[in-house]
């Protein structure tokens, strides 16, 4: 039976597979917040059970936080991992939803038919089009499309506490020949993606301290140092007038594109005045001699993400405070090495304070960038699958963000990792009224009944 | 009968002078507080009928906020007014006093008697002074030691928002040979001070707008511009290495310090290591060839004192934001223009601003400098009589602090001002367990005795 029968069967099951998605959507499962701790149990059996149904060797295995579920099924040479989360973000503020975010409905819209709920798009819709596609499969050849293993998370909007714990206590039943992840999107409305390129993140928060006690500006003013003043000439060097970061060694393992990623980059034809005109700029604000795509897949930032020292409330207090705080965040690219860089950081602080004035860090996490190993030949036959279903061709792109998970797979379990996924810039995954669009997910799992003919 | 009889009246009295001190402090007259308009009015009353026994006219004068005391009595050729505050500040926070604050008590400490509670020091207590001096004199000599003009707010520590229209209304009224204000303080603990020299105060609260919404800095990190990485960096031009503010214009009207005033500034023998000592700092952190005295009392200064954008709360968020804010003020000496230095600032900020970014300005208070007219009489016969009574020669002193009132009245009214008072650094206004010196009482009560004595 062909490829062409799975992908038929694909399309006259769609509206049995909304509906499946929409059981899935119902459950109101956001995994920061105790209070749904049952709800994250609850997808996570619903999920195990499905499993079950198509022939996985499927459980939710309980963690100290939430449930993982892992299922294994099918047979042959080659074997997969899949990995999405089916936990959500909480849907605060609520006011801005327009219907109820754990009761989904299909909605017309002028972009065509959305699927409209929390976790629609991040990540419910997004895994169960890896799971509906496995289904068609069976449904037409009796048997799962390969070995395959899926690892489902219930934690990854919570900064999954237990995932390297349970990654290493169960290493070498999750060790796979390759991790497909679906959790990213296309590069445009129109064309499939492969991620190939991954930031590391680095995040320091720091204290300046100065005088012992907030000191009033007229009884001190002038003479007395303000971490406030310490702390803005501080941060106001971070970068040179030219937009590079000025941290010494900073740039040490930041390599050029490769020229065949420079020129796929170039035919992406990519809408930088779009990109910045969506938010209300014009202006790329980054590296002078870079384009905006570089400055966020391949270059490396220094941001200030948070500020706050003194009065900030209402009116006014002539107040030099005793301290002042910032929180900075730094996207990593190649081989930086984000402790050096956390010292390095330090380091430079340290240099800049005056007299009087001490410091105090506090590290929010380091991880490195990733970049996926292209040369495999599962991104080839995946760029060619994605390119038969979506008529163009698919691109590798870079991700400005960190994708934790890519770099475990390969640190904890020597796997490389492949990220595929079909969401669009405005689904709006994190926000009130998120959205899967249909077209995606029906397309989405055409694009894995593709992929699996080609992989497994 | 001689001054010294009306010294010993003072003496013999001072029992029954703390009474009455306890008896206002009872009064809870928080101005800021709308559950506290009440009691304002009692202690307006209390101030009213306590003037109407020395023979003054005296009246509680309604305003649209908290009554203003008004009396008028005696008689002669130089008409003094006199003005103080009977509203003090709030409490807050209730649990880091040793007492109720509003049950004086007189207690025992190392360095000598105190009276503790709200308003001791700020401005019950130092008001008081002056009510005491006419009651001994009256006592002594059957009249009032002059033509005198009492003049006492109840706002003052709620930003005073009837006192320009009430000074206008009633300007003909009000209008004296010149002003005597009891609201600050000694030099050190046992010398006596005329502050001569108020630094004047313009806020500032800028806003500087980037994108159209917070961005995810995965996302945007690198290409979308930063309103906390701009603020930082205007901020940080401010000053320069020197410590010198660069806005354009800013020293017009900052004069150098007359030779008089400087002589005697260095005869003081500040101690300056104790001054920025007592806060943890050891170097003074304004203009290089500046004294730390200088710097607080005839130098104008530029200070951040409030900042804050982006995410501040535990934890990380890797967020762009679309704001970031500050409250800036400035500290003006001299000739200084408050108005024509708002427009410098806002022109200097925006000269800065880089492409996509804008900035929104609000403004908070513009008063000038005050610079007394030492070259009245009045303010050596003051310095004289201060000199005897506490056995050290008295000090003019500049105050890093602005006393509105001062400009006011010779603004609204033309009429010089003399600022004469007998806190000490470590009366802990504003703050818990506000105190005043018995001492401070019973001589301050006896400096007004001999000041008037001189003057009216």
Not at 208 to 220: E, W
């Amino acid at each position: 039976m062909s490829l062409d029968t799975v992908l038929a069967r694909v399309d006259a099951d769609l509206p049995q597979a909304l509906d499946r998605l929409m059981d899935l959507l119902r459950i109101p499962s956001i995994s920061t917040d105790p209070a749904f701790k049952a709800d994250c149990d609850r997808a996570a059996d619903w999920l195990a059970a499905d499993l079950q149904s198509l022939g996985f060797t499927a459980s939710a295995r309980p963690t100290p936080g939430h449930p993982m579920v892992v299922g294994h099924g099918g047979s042959g040479d080659k074997h997969l991992l899949f990995y999405g989360h089916y936990d959500v973000q909480p849907v605060d503020p609520l006011s801005l939803w327009d219907r109820d975010p754990f009761d989904p409905e299909i909605q017309d819209t002028p972009k065509g038919r959305v699927i409209r709920a929390r976790g629609a798009s991040d990540d419910k819709g997004q895994l169960m089009t890896f799971l509906e596609a496995c289904r068609a499969w069976k449904a037409v050849h009796g048997t799962l499309p390969g070995r395959l293993t899926i690892f489902l998370e219930g934690e990854e909007e919570s900064g999954s506490p237990s995932l390297v714990p349970f990654m290493k206590d169960n290493a070498a039943e999750l060790r796979a020949d390759i991790a497909l992840i679906c959790d990213t999107g296309l590069f445009d409305d129109e064309t499939p993606a492969i991620t190939t390129m991954l930031r590391g993140l680095l995040g320091e928060e720091i204290t300046i301290h100065g005088p012992n006690k907030d000191l009033h500006s007229g009884m001190y003013g002038g003479a007395a140092i303000n971490p406030i003043r310490v702390l803005t000439k501080i941060l106001a060097n971070l970068h040179d007038a030219t937009g590079r970061i000025t941290i010494p060694g900073f740039y040490d393992g930041v390599t050029e594109l490769p020229e065949a990623i420079r020129a796929q980059w170039q035919s992406l034809a990519f809408d930088h005045a779009k990109f910045l005109g969506d938010v209300g700029l014009s202006v790329p604000a980054g590296e002078h001699d870079r384009t905006p795509l570089e400055m966020i897949w391949s270059r490396p930032t220094a941001e200030v993400n948070g500020i706050w020292g003194g009065y900030t409330g209402d009116g006014f207090k002539t107040v030099l405070p005793a301290q002042a705080h910032a929180k900075v965040s730094f996207r990593l690219v190649g081989d930086q090495d984000a402790l050096a860089l956390r010292d390095a950081f330090r380091a430079w602080v340290q240099d800049q304070l005056p007299p009087d004035c001490t410091v105090e860090f506090k590290g929010h996490g380091a991880s490195p960038a990733g970049t996926m190993a292209i040369a495999d030949p599962a991104f080839d036959a995946a760029r060619k699958a994605l390119t038969d279903e979506w008529g163009k061709p698919a691109a590798y792109v870079g991700s400005g963000g960190s994708i934790p998970i890519a770099g475990l797979f390969k640190t904890i379990l020597g796997m490389d990792a492949m990220l595929i996924g079909f969401a669009r810039d405005d689904d709006q995954i994190h926000s009130p009224n998120e959205k899967y669009d249909l077209d995606c997910f029906h397309k989405g799992i055409r694009s894995w009944v593709r992929i699996l003919a080609k992989l497994a």
